[in-house]
């Protein structure tokens, strides 16, 4: 069973159109985060829910809203694409805080053209 | 802020060949350190973490690393790579007392290329 999934795993889509990638872990964890990939390989991270809280939002524009229906999932909807959104997008979760692993899912590579 | 630098964008090496990765973070009074790895198009996985205590973690796959709080350094290393070792590494730092999260802070990446 895969511990940490994303879907879909890629996403073409044209400039000012709205986009979603959903995110599912089945390991009982508690905290989710979303984190960004650009095509330097630089991984930023851009929220983290616990227990459906926002408790992490860095300097991401409004565009990108993340929504926790529960604690299994964590989703990212991205309003207005702009060429600059195309990167890879990695769903994580863990089960604390204190240095517990973080485990990752495979990525959606968006690309907006 | 917190960083991390990882100095080496690249580092190539034949098969059974040691290898060290070498990874600087920022001081700061308590820190938490990890390596992960990326192979082709996938997440990325732990490697090994250091919180505290023994200064010389050992992970998965062979590889340790030395914390060293005086030169802010957590350098990855393996006494014999494999072809499969082929993937990109990335040292992060979390910052519990700064933060109070385990916000992870990445390096830019060292991609490891081992050569038959």
């Known amino acids: 069973d895969t511990a940490v999934s994303q879907t879909p795993k890629y996403l073409v889509t044209q400039m000012g159109n709205d986009k979603s990638i959903k995110c599912e872990q089945n390991l009982g964890h508690d905290t989710m985060y979303w984190y960004k990939q650009d095509s330097k390989k630089f991984l930023k991270i851009m929220f983290s829910?616990?227990?459906?809280?926002?408790?992490i939002n860095e300097t991401v524009p409004n565009r990108f809203s993340p929504k926790s229906p529960d604690k299994a999932h964590l989703n990212l909807h991205i309003n207005s694409l702009e060429l600059g959104d195309s990167a890879v997008y990695f769903c994580?979760?863990?089960?604390?805080?204190?240095?517990?692993?973080?485990?990752f899912g495979p990525g959606t590579r968006l690309t907006v053209t | 802020a917190q960083s991390v630098t990882q100095l080496d964008s690249q580092v190539p090496v034949f098969e059974e060949a040691p290898v060290e990765l070498r990874c600087n973070y920022s001081s700061s009074v308590s820190v938490y350190l990890f390596w992960y790895v990326q192979y082709p198009n996938q997440g990325l996985q732990l490697l090994l973490k250091y919180l505290s205590g023994s200064t010389l973690v050992k992970g998965i796959n062979g590889f340790e690393a030395e914390f060293n709080k005086s030169q802010t350094s957590f350098h990855l290393r393996k006494p014999s790579v494999h072809i499969s070792d082929t993937a990109e590494y990335f040292c992060?730092?979390?910052?519990?007392?700064?933060?109070?999260?385990?916000?992870?802070?990445f390096g830019t990446g060292t991609r490891l290329q081992v050569f038959p």
């Open positions: 829910y616990n227990n459906k809280e926002l408790i």
């Open positions: 992060a730092v979390s910052d519990p007392i700064v933060y109070n999260t385990d916000k992870l802070i």
């Open positions: 994580a979760s863990s089960q604390e805080h204190g240095g517990a692993e973080q485990y």
